[in-house]
């Protein structure tokens, strides 16, 4: 069985500042998708990372796949309000449609 | 998340009744996914659905729960007899075709399942 672990569980910063989140496996993705969930709402597709080392930018939000497609980072820089929410990784094996979710870092960015 | 309507938003049972969910995927769209995210726990697959087929139920519980996804209007998932532990947040997904499923797989809003 496939598992993802997210960490940290909970995130609670003042804005303007930097963070990670981490997603982590001990088994081989390949292809791995970050999501942001807002409370009773679906989750959104933010990215999705497809080649070990990639690096995918998206304004200040920043992902990196492992090298042997095991992990995943996200990194925001100046964090905003607007960018409080559950964020949750995903990862596919052989089937695209089949995904593996962690259980996701829930951040909260104080004004 | 445009675009994939599920209803109701919330649903409230009683045990041992029944709970109908209810998916119209974005248009143009003919493959129908659905997934739960019980409390405290990642999203978990459940069924693939193409029109008229199921394609992969592995992700689904043998007893009381099926799904549908019938030539003309919305996927159905039908919990039969329900319990507590069926309590949870049932989300749709659709795509136009799997091998885009993982950049451009779009999820409804979910349903908010309570079993009281």
């Known amino acids: 069985t496939q598992l993802l672990e997210q960490s940290p569980q909970f995130l609670s910063i003042q804005e303007g500042e930097n963070l990670t989140v981490y997603c982590n496996s001990s088994?081989?993705?390949?292809?791995l998708q970050w999501y942001r969930q807002e409370p009773g709402e679906g989750p959104v597709l933010l990215v999705t990372?497809?080649?070990?080392?990639e690096v995918k930018k998206l304004k200040r939000l920043t992902f990196q796949f492992g090298d042997a497609r095991k992990d995943s980072s996200l990194h925001i820089t100046a964090a905003q309000p607007g960018d409080t929410g559950l964020y949750l990784c995903?990862?596919?094996?052989?089937?695209?449609?089949?995904?593996?979710f962690g259980k996701g870092t829930l951040l909260t960015v104080n004004p | 998340n445009a675009g994939v309507m599920q209803n109701p938003r919330h649903l409230v049972r009683r045990r041992g009744q029944e709970a109908r969910l209810r998916c119209s995927p974005m248009?143009?769209?003919?493959?129908v996914y659905w997934y739960r995210q019980l409390p405290e726990e990642g999203l978990k697959f459940m069924v693939y659905l193409q029109k008229e087929n199921i394609i992969d139920e592995s992700g689904m519980p043998k007893e009381r729960f099926s799904a549908e996804f019938p030539k003309e209007g919305p996927s159905i998932l039908r919990i039969q007899q329900v319990v507590r532990g069926d309590s949870a947040a049932y989300f749709c997904a659709s795509s136009r075709d799997t091998r885009i499923f993982r950049t451009e797989a779009f999820f409804g809003q979910g349903t908010r399942l309570t079993v009281v």
């Open positions: 995903a990862g596919s094996g052989g089937s695209n449609y089949k995904l593996t």
């Open positions: 248009k143009g769209h003919s493959h």
């Open positions: 990372v497809v080649t070990g080392g």
């Open positions: 088994s081989v993705f390949s292809s």
